[in-house]
């Protein structure tokens, strides 16, 4: 709910200008993306690799 509340005063601050205060959202909006696709990728291959190591191991045996 403070969440809610936040954004429903912030809009009321800004009012008409949203579209220059969107301005200054355009750098840490890439930089978050970028950070989430490296965490997400990071995230999908150490998952292949523990898949495919007990795959490895009963194939050993």
Known sequence: MPWTYGLAYLGVVVGENWEQVLAYFDLPTLLI???????????????????KAPAETKAAD
Not at 34 to 51: D, M, P, T
């Open 33 to 51: 993306a970028g950070a989430l696709i490296v965490i997400a990728g990071i995230w999908y291959l150490r998952r292949r690799k523990q898949s």
